[in-house]
């Protein structure tokens, strides 16, 4: 199982990003795939999920309105678009997968046990 995710980068507030994160070893049709971030002195949290086998997509409150999480089974990739940004979205993104063993990262009652390396994203003001 592995998860790549990419896209991070500088944006300027107000300005857009779009987050992809490529899952090999499994597939995405079968589990829920999650975006996590974390702020620099501040605990990880949960930004968005999708189930791709039916659709489903959950947001934190945050985030509703100006991200969009979807998935193209074909590619076995999730992506995070986000809009209108705020320097408070400031964080390293992480995608992580509803596989494997347990780690205890849970949100929303999906237990995440797979995780791929984070991409920064930075908004300035």
């Known amino acids: 199982v592995h998860l790549q995710a990419s896209g991070g980068g500088l944006a300027q507030a107000g300005g857009s990003l779009r987050l992809s994160c490529v899952a090999s070893?499994?597939?995405?049709?079968?589990?829920?795939i999650g975006w996590f971030r974390q702020a620099p002195g501040k605990e990880r949290e949960g930004v968005s999920i999708?189930?791709?086998?039916?659709?489903?997509?959950y947001y934190a409150d945050s985030v509703k309105g100006r991200f969009t999480i979807s998935s193209d089974s074909a590619k076995n990739t999730v992506y995070l678009q986000m809009n209108g940004l705020k320097p408070e979205d400031t964080a390293v993104y992480y995608c992580?997968?509803?596989?494997?063993?347990?780690?205890?990262?849970?949100?929303?009652?999906?237990?995440?046990?797979?995780w791929g390396h984070g991409t920064l994203v930075t908004v300035s003001s």
């Open positions: 999708i189930r791709t086998i039916d659709g489903n997509t």
């Open positions: 070893g499994f597939s995405i049709d079968d589990y829920a």
């Open positions: 992580a997968a509803e596989v494997g063993p347990s780690t205890g990262s849970t949100w929303l009652g999906y237990d995440f046990g797979s």
